[in-house]
């Protein structure tokens, strides 16, 4: 199978229209039910597309991870995490879980399916079956992001469930399991940067302000070296917020003032409202 949005991707980072490219080798309809409606044309046409595309075939051939399944599996995950919760709805609906032939895409499958139900329905007890569903799976092991993350969303159905012993426990196991998860894509960083700040929040919340000036500082480090923009008027937030908690007002001005900025950049509406009222109060 064809990696279709690379192949437009490339197609259209050459400048070439789908006339342009097709032209000598096979009518622009065809060209068109590939791009827009996944029909491929013959592997001879293919190959000669991509000849023109100064590409081999075998780059924009789908790995087992990019299957059209977990492709939107991924786009529902993002969506997730950016609280965009009626399109990871919108995707999560069209996925059959039988389609997820990968241990790591059904453990992602729940995780989606579990945080949707968390925060968007607000029934704890079917974000909790799928969070128990991927920590009892057999093959996945405490290294795997998965097990890490759906530790984390247990630590959130027990923190709105005012359980804090619970979520303590969770919470806490996450800083051991952090430390052999690495960055290596845009999934991995979205999932360890909100696993970062969903732990660094709890103890801001908790009024253990070393513990999560440290998860949060730690959170900034990595956002800023791999460009993880989304999630800096958060993080910068939360300090701001923690600075306030200790009457640093000065170090707290600084920290709003760029959860603002970031805020503003990123189109967070939420932070962007909030920092600003919290400005308010210590520059008047």
Known sequence: MFNIEKFIQIRKSKNLSQTQLCKGICTQATLSKFENEGQPP???????????LGILTGDIMLRSDETPASIKLQKAAIACIQANFTRAYDLISSIKEED??????????????GIYALFYNRDQVKALFNFNTILTNPLIEEDNIYYALATTACGLVYEERHDYEKAEENYSQIQKLLVNIKVTNK??????LW???????YYGKRNNIKESNYLLRY????????????????????LGMNMVGHGKNHQAIQYLRDAHAFARFSHNQYILTKAHQELN???R
Request: aromatic share 14%.
């Open 42 to 52: 013959s592997f001879k046409i293919m190959e000669k597309l991509c000849i023109r």
């Open 100 to 113: 997820l032939l990968r241990v790591d895409d059904q453990a992602l499958f729940h995780l989606v399916v």
């Open 187 to 192: 999934m991995s960083l979205f999932q360890v």
């Open 195 to 201: 696993m970062l700040y969903q732990t660094g929040e």
């Open 219 to 238: 959170a900034y480090q990595i956002a800023s070296q791999y460009n993880g923009t989304f999630f800096m008027s958060r993080i910068l937030y939360r």
């Open 281 to 283: 109060k210590l520059e």
